[in-house]
């Protein structure tokens, strides 16, 4: 069955790209430049606008949830998904990026800036492994990189009950930083301790040597 549709907005600003590349990137971060760049790549912004596509979808069912603060975990740096938030979901008013990739954060700093587009971003440098968020506030919680850390379940903010858990995570067991790939959707809701799913699907991509893989996404509740 083909998914419902929704047109999303994706105004990139080229200029901004191009300034970052060569004021920070080539200048202050050369040995970043191949990583920078394959963060533009098509599989990364097909899977960032899947997520906006079906938050929107989720968002116009159940108007009641919050987008008033989203944190995004092992944000990378941020520039394909923060502005497809900014410019697509509504009442959003603070996105914090978390990563422990100090150099990743410095340099989305440099090309997001503290406020962008009228919301504010915050970095935060911490290994979300460790780290404990149950005293810690949040409307929307997006992690698109569950194949890097910890099953989800580990982490739980201080609202959990009212948080909307978005999840992305593969089946790519061969890359050596991925430690907790999953095989399909329904183990990715199992290790996230969602028990209110309100969407869950799969796409097939193809990736390094063209070999093809999985990505699958989760978006709902712990408790409803």
Known sequence: MEEPKVEIKFNYDLGLFGDTLNRVVLREYPHRLKDFINSFSGNQVTCKKWLIEQLLLVLKDRPNI????ITVLGSWYGNVLVPLIVDNIKGV???????????????????LGR????????YIKEDINFTDYSERYTNICINTSCEHMFPMSSISFINDDHVLYILQSNNMKDEREHV??????????????????YYYSRLKLKGRNNKEYKRFMVIGKRND
């Not at 919050?66 to 603060?69: E, I, P, Y």
């Not at 914090?96 to 989305?108: T, Y």
């Not at 406020?115 to 915050?122: D, L």
């Not at 999953?182 to 290790?191: G, S």
């Open 180 to 197: 907790n790939c999953v095989e399909d959707y329904h183990e990715l809701i199992k290790q996230s301790a969602i028990t209110k799913p």
């Open 66 to 69: 919050s987008t008033r603060k």
């Open 93 to 111: 008013e603070d996105i914090q990026l978390i990563d422990m990739d100090e150099d990743a954060l410095d340099i989305s700093r440099k090309f």
């Open 115 to 122: 406020n962008y587009n009228g919301v504010n971003i915050n």
